[in-house]
């Protein structure tokens, strides 16, 4: 290839980079407006690959100045404008490819904004450069410095791309001496020192403040409580409702597995640590001494963090055999699992699972296994006084668990026939002190007694422990001059949509606590002026409901707010006059009675739940086959002003027993937002006159005119839609 042509690719190449850094430009600018097909985000995936290639060239653009002198004048100019063109290159690849990727959900929109610019800031300096070094509009000297502010911008984008990654911790936590990391004890809570930073390793990078795939946060315990867009994160007491669990136990290969496949996996022992956590119960509090031997809490723990001397491990010798396989075959059932408590021990557990299937036939079957079984698990299973005398059977028992059971102690002096009990758990149960001091004083190896939430006075406790000094009381928690803040109420409702007899529930898990709730928007809860309820919540329409918790001696919760739309009647069809955008479809006119409520929006993802209309007003006819008496219209919409998504201007309702006879019953104006606002749901109520129809119609009415705050006001706003609700 002679001079000349050399030339021509090279001003050729140069005339491609220009116009790919406008590209570039434009695609930033209107990033909102874009929606890349499938098969641009899956060359998106390839931008990790890319980056390291300008990284490496923009790095070797300075060595190559260096060796100026023994190259050569001539030389040294045809190599740097070589590795110049390349760094340009392939900066302006990676940028593109990088914008792809960033149409991905997950990212958080700040961070990717500084990471973009950062990127773009590289591509233009390396074209920028190229030009002027091509031109010889710029000495060698001057290169130097440019290729030198080309690295330091690389590793300001490149520090951006990690923290996106990774997390902003990723570097300093390198940082941090062993020494510091200590391995936990018998003492610790298992989620604190093992749960936890076993989720930091191998989850977070993924699942960050940062980075969110799945609209999933797990950088706190209270963002992982929050769950992400397929729902909470586990299921308490339920492994296999578990969704991180399920995750992990997917085929590597599996789209869905996690970690992803090139991740750090879970190891075996991790995945058993998780399950034995979520099985009994997910606690944040639970010490790892405190967890059953069978479930061998503390040899894994001791296992993952390389320290089983700071963990005692028991070991047991028992005086009898094994049970035969066919005996441990016979007492199996879905609800009641029987296993050895080690690989190497003749010891066996009993656990009992859902109560609506609890057979007390399987209690009386562990016959079969009696002398091998040292502990017995029926906490919240409906056992009752007169079933007692059965658990006389096993002679070896050491570890009772009846919490949360039916008895009330009238026949609990049956126990007194297992003198090898160690632990008893009579947490949540009506037993009193007189029926309990008996069975104290008559079985010698006790050690721990769980008490708490039994009524018992914590005068009689006080005068136990002094008796029996040997003997552990779990009484749970014991107010002191120090007042602490009860946890909120918890919401039954699993569904915001509520029809006819649905009504809000909520409960606690504390006894004498006193929910108090308000349904005026205006107010907040309190535990003087506010409602209270002991018992379901009827509201009569869309209604925003904040409620808190109290009792005695306790600080009042945090509020919890939450949103419910409440229905009457739902429409037998819905027609629409006008037409959606072809790009906010949904499902049509069903999208307005599918009681389904507007989700985000997933970048590469339809969202079918959300109705829009930007260029005609919208409007809707309602067909009852019989007449309704409805007292009002809800309507639901978005504001997202910062999208040029807002409220409709006015709303009007109109009524008759045919399509072709409506009058208007009311119209209304819905609040306008005076600031610009990210992604918003919001729902009017609309009252209606007294009457009984067949047909409604609904029309919403654009605003024309944008608020000084709106940038863009060259394209109409936009309605958008997911329910019309009778009431």
Known sequence: MNKEQLSSWYSILLSGLIFLHALLLFLLFWQDQVNLPWAFQLLGRFHPLILHLPIGLGVLLPFVHL??????????????????????????????????????????????????????????????????????????????????????LLSLAGHGGANITHGENYLTELWQPESERKAPTGESALFEGAIQPMLEKKCVSCHNDQKTKGQLNMSSIAKMLQGGKHGDLWKTGDVSKSLFLQRAHLPLEHKEHMPPKGKSQLTPDEILLLEAWVKEGASLDKKIKAYAPALQVSKLVASLFATPASIEIPKREYPFSAASESDL?????????????????????????????????????????????????????????ENLPLLAQFPNLEKLNLNFTEITGANLKALISNKKLVSLSLSGTKISANQLQPLITQLPLLKEVFIWNTGIASEQIASWKKT???????????????????????????????????????????????????LDKELEPDSLGTLVTAGP???????????????????????????????????????????????????????????????????????????????????????????????????????KQDSNIFPPLEIEIWAGNSAKALKKLTSVKPEQPDENGGYSPQAINIPLPQGNFTHYRMLAKRIKRFPAYVKDKTNPAIIKLDEVLFY
């Not at 591509?123 to 509009?137: K, P, S, T, V």
């Not at 007492?331 to 021990?345: E, H, K, Q, R, T």
Request: charged letters at 20%; a positive charge.
């Open 67 to 152: 060796l100026r002198r023994p190259l050569g004048e001539h030389t040294f100019y045809l190599s740097f404008r070589f590795v110049l063109y390349l760094t340009a290159i392939f900066a302006a690849i990676a940028a593109l490819l990088g914008f792809f990727l960033s149409q991905e959900s997950g990212f958080e929109p700040e961070l990717i904004m500084f990471h973009q610019w950062a990127g773009l800031a590289v591509a233009w300096l390396y074209l920028l450069l190229l030009i002027l070094f091509d031109r010889l509009l710029v000495t060698p000297s001057q290169a130097f410095v440019g290729s030198l502010v080309g690295v330091l």
């Open 329 to 385: 075959k016979a007492v199996n059932s879905p609800f009641c699992s029987v296993y050895p408590l080690s690989s190497d021990a003749p010891a066996l557990q009993a656990d009992f699972y859902v109560a609506k299937r609890f057979d007390i036939k399987t209690l009386e079957k562990l016959s079969k296994v009696a002398d091998q079984v040292v502990g017995i698990n029926v906490a919240k299973m409906p056992i009752k006084d």
């Open 468 to 518: 029996f000094p040997k003997i552990r009381w779990e009484e749970g928690f014991v107010p002191t001059d120090e007042k602490l803040m009860i946890n909120p109420p918890i919401l039954v409702n699993e569904n915001f949509f509520l029809g006819p007899q649905e009504k809000v529930v909520y409960k606690h898990t504390i006894q004498g606590t006193t929910i108090h709730y308000t």
């Open 537 to 639: 919540i009827d509201i009569p329409f869309f209604t925003v409901v904040k409620a808190l918790a109290t009792k005695p001696g306790w600080l009042a919760s945090k509020v919890v707010k939450n949103t419910f739309y409440k229905y009457r009647f739902v429409p037998d069809s819905v027609y629409l006059t006008t037409q959606a955008e072809a790009k906010w479809q949904a499902k049509g006119a069903s999208t307005l009675k599918d009681l389904i409520q507007g989700k985000r929006d997933t970048r590469g993802l339809a969202n079918d739940t959300w109705i829009g209309f930007q260029q005609q007003d919208v409007d809707a006819l309602f067909e009852f086959k019989q007449a309704k008496t409805v007292k009002g219209v809800t309507v639901s919409y978005l504001r």
